[in-house]
C-alpha cells in the first residue's frame, strides 16, 4: 500500500495572508556598506590523542618546526612525530562596524590527514581578510560535539563529523572593521531577493513615511534613499536608519516549488496553482532474490558440495488510474488534488516536474 505524501506549507493557511505579507525592511534587505568580513588563517592544533596528521602531511612538519624555532627550540625536521598535531585552516565572519576587542566564533577545518580534531587546542593563530591585512587572532579549546573512537582490532565508532570544529568566542578583534554606508547624502537599500514589485512599494512606503521624495528605485535590486536636512548630523543618521528598517512593505512572492531529490523533501509556495489537468501514474516494481541452495554429492562418488544460488524475479505493475484536475486556486487545493493519488513523495517530484513539462503549473521549480 502507498502512503501518501506530505506537502510543507509555506504559509500557514489559517491567517490570513495580508499579516505574512507585511514585513519590515531589514528582514527583506539590508543597508549597503553593512557587509560581514570573512577572515581565513593557518594554524595549528595540538593536544590530539593520536589522531594528528602523519607523516604525509609534510606541511604541518614544516609548521611545528617554524614555529619551535620562534620559541628558541631546534628540532631537526625528520625527528618530529605528529600524531598529537594537525594542520588547520581557520574561519571566521566579522559583522559589519565590529570594533577591536569584539569576541568571534571561529570554525577549524582538518588540511592534512588527521582522523580526528577530538580535545584538541588551537595554538594562536593570526587571521586576514581578503585586504591581506589582520583584523583577529584566534585561540583556544576545540569543540566537535562528537567523537571518533578506533580500536587496534579494526573496530571504529564515530559520532557526527570530527574533522571539523568550532572555538567559541575563539578570536579577539584586533583591529576596527570599517564600514561606509553613505554614499554623499545618499543610503543604499539592497534587497536580498530582487523584485520589480516589492521594490516598487518599498519606495512608495519610505516615500509615504517621511513625507517627500526621498526614496527612488535603482532597479530591481536596490532603492536609494537621499538623506533628509533633518538628519544631515551625525547623531541624527543612525536614528533615520533604524526608523527606515522599521518600516513594514507589503512583499510580493515568486510561486516556487523547492525539491529536494536526496530526502525527497517537497515545499510548496502560497502562490503555486495548478490549471485542469489529467494525471495517470503508476508505479513499476522489480524484486529479485537469490537464495542459496546447498548441492551435496552422494555418499563415495568423490564429488564436491558447492553452493548454487537461486534466483526468482518478480515483477509487479501497480494499477494507474487517469484524475482529472481543476483549477487548483490555492496550496491547499494543490495538496487536496494531488493526495488523492495516493503517491509518495518521490513520486510528487516526478510528478511536478511533470506537470511543469506540460505547462500547466505556475510554479517555479527549483531542484537542490
Same mark, same amino acid.
Given at each position: 500500500?502507498?502512503?501518501?505524501?506530505?506537502?510543507?506549507?509555506?504559509?500557514?493557511?489559517?491567517?490570513?495572508?495580508?499579516?505574512?505579507?507585511?514585513?519590515?525592511?531589514?528582514?527583506?534587505?539590508?543597508?549597503?556598506?553593512?557587509?560581514?568580513?570573512?577572515? =581565513?588563517?593557518?594554524?595549528?592544533?595540538?593536544?590530539?590523542?593520536?589522531?594528528?596528521?602523519?607523516?604525509?602531511?609534510?606541511?604541518?612538519?614544516?609548521?611545528?618546526?617554524?614555529?619551535?624555532?620562534?620559541?628558541?627550540?631546534?628540532?631537526?625536521?625528520?625527528?618530529?612525530?605528529?600524531?598529537?598535531?594537525?594542520?588547520?585552516?581557520?574561519?571566521?565572519?566579522?559583522?559589519?562596524?565590529?570594533?577591536?576587542?569584539?569576541?568571534?566564533?571561529?570554525?577549524?577545518?582538518?588540511?592534512?590527514?588527521?582522523?580526528?580534531?577530538?580535545?584538541?587546542?588551537?595554538?594562536?593563530?593570526?587571521?586576514?581578510?581578503?585586504?591581506?591585512?589582520?583584523?583577529?587572532?584566534?585561540?583556544?579549546?576545540?569543540?566537535?560535539?562528537?567523537?571518533?573512537?578506533?580500536?587496534?582490532?579494526?573496530?571504529?565508532?564515530?559520532?557526527?563529523?570530527?574533522?571539523?570544529?568550532?572555538?567559541?568566542?575563539?578570536?579577539?578583534?584586533?583591529?576596527?572593521?570599517?564600514?561606509?554606508?553613505?554614499?554623499?547624502?545618499?543610503?543604499?537599500?539592497?534587497?536580498?531577493?530582487?523584485?520589480?514589485?516589492?521594490?516598487?512599494?518599498?519606495?512608495?512606503?519610505?516615500?509615504?513615511?517621511?513625507?517627500?521624495?526621498?526614496?527612488?528605485?535603482?532597479?530591481?535590486?536596490?532603492?536609494?534613499?537621499?538623506?533628509?536636512?533633518?538628519?544631515?548630523? !551625525?547623531?541624527?543618521?543612525?536614528?533615520?536608519?533604524?526608523?527606515?528598517?522599521?518600516?513594514? =512593505?507589503?512583499?510580493?512572492?515568486?510561486?516556487?516549488?523547492?525539491?529536494?531529490?536526496?530526502?525527497?523533501?517537497?515545499?510548496?509556495?502560497?502562490?503555486?496553482?495548478?490549471?485542469?489537468?489529467?494525471?495517470?501514474?503508476?508505479?513499476?516494481?522489480?524484486? =529479485?532474490?537469490?537464495?542459496?541452495?546447498?548441492?551435496?554429492?552422494?555418499?563415495?562418488?568423490?564429488?564436491?558440495?558447492?553452493?548454487?544460488?537461486?534466483?526468482?524475479?518478480?515483477?509487479?505493475?501497480?494499477?494507474?488510474?487517469?484524475?482529472?484536475?481543476?483549477?487548483?486556486?490555492?496550496?491547499?487545493?494543490?495538496?487536496?488534488?494531488?493526495?488523492?493519488?495516493?503517491?509518495?513523495?518521490?513520486?510528487?517530484?516526478?510528478?511536478?516536474? !511533470?506537470?511543469?513539462?506540460?505547462?500547466?503549473?505556475?510554479?517555479?521549480?527549483?531542484?537542490?
Amino acid at each position: 500500500m502507498m502512503n501518501k505524501f506530505l506537502i510543507i506549507f509555506v504559509t500557514w493557511l489559517t491567517l490570513a495572508p495580508s499579516l505574512w505579507s507585511q514585513q519590515r525592511i531589514k528582514d527583506i534587505a539590508s543597508i549597503k556598506g553593512v557587509e560581514d568580513r570573512r577572515l =581565513i588563517g593557518y594554524g595549528l592544533i595540538v593536544g590530539l590523542d593520536g589522531t594528528g596528521d602523519g607523516r604525509k602531511s609534510l606541511f604541518t612538519v614544516q609548521a611545528v618546526t617554524n614555529m619551535l624555532s620562534r620559541l628558541g627550540i631546534t628540532v631537526p625536521a625528520e625527528d618530529i612525530r605528529l600524531k598529537n598535531v594537525a594542520s588547520v585552516i581557520v574561519t571566521a565572519t566579522v559583522p559589519g562596524f565590529s570594533t577591536r576587542g569584539m569576541q568571534v566564533d571561529v570554525t577549524v577545518s582538518s588540511l592534512g590527514d588527521a582522523s580526528s580534531l577530538e580535545g584538541g587546542l588551537l595554538l594562536m593563530t593570526p587571521l586576514e581578510g581578503i585586504d591581506g591585512n589582520v583584523y583577529a587572532h584566534a585561540q583556544g579549546p576545540v569543540s566537535l560535539g562528537g567523537f571518533n573512537v578506533q580500536t587496534d582490532a579494526g573496530e571504529r565508532v564515530r559520532k557526527n563529523y570530527t574533522l571539523v570544529g568550532r572555538v567559541p568566542n575563539g578570536a579577539q578583534l584586533v583591529r576596527d572593521v570599517h564600514s561606509t554606508i553613505l554614499q554623499g547624502n545618499t543610503i543604499g537599500i539592497a534587497l536580498r531577493d530582487p523584485d520589480f514589485t516589492s521594490v516598487s512599494r518599498m519606495v512608495e512606503a519610505i516615500n509615504s513615511n517621511f513625507g517627500s521624495e526621498i526614496a527612488s528605485a535603482k532597479n530591481a535590486g536596490e532603492v536609494a534613499v537621499q538623506l533628509p536636512s533633518d538628519f544631515q548630523s !551625525a547623531d541624527k543618521q543612525i536614528g533615520f536608519i533604524a526608523e527606515l528598517e522599521g518600516l513594514q =512593505i507589503e512583499t510580493d512572492r515568486t510561486a516556487r516549488i523547492v525539491i529536494n531529490e536526496r530526502t525527497g523533501t517537497v515545499v510548496v509556495g502560497e502562490h503555486v496553482k495548478v490549471r485542469p489537468v489529467a494525471i495517470a501514474h503508476g508505479n513499476l516494481n522489480i524484486e =529479485i532474490r537469490s537464495n542459496p541452495i546447498v548441492s551435496q554429492p552422494g555418499a563415495f562418488s568423490g564429488g564436491q558440495t558447492v553452493v548454487v544460488p537461486q534466483t526468482n524475479t518478480t515483477v509487479t505493475s501497480e494499477d494507474s488510474r487517469l484524475m482529472v484536475i481543476e483549477n487548483a486556486a490555492n496550496v491547499k487545493d494543490v495538496a487536496a488534488a494531488l493526495n488523492t493519488l495516493g503517491v509518495t513523495p518521490r513520486d510528487l517530484i516526478a510528478i511536478f516536474q !511533470a506537470l511543469k513539462r506540460a505547462d500547466a503549473i505556475n510554479a517555479e521549480l527549483i531542484i537542490m
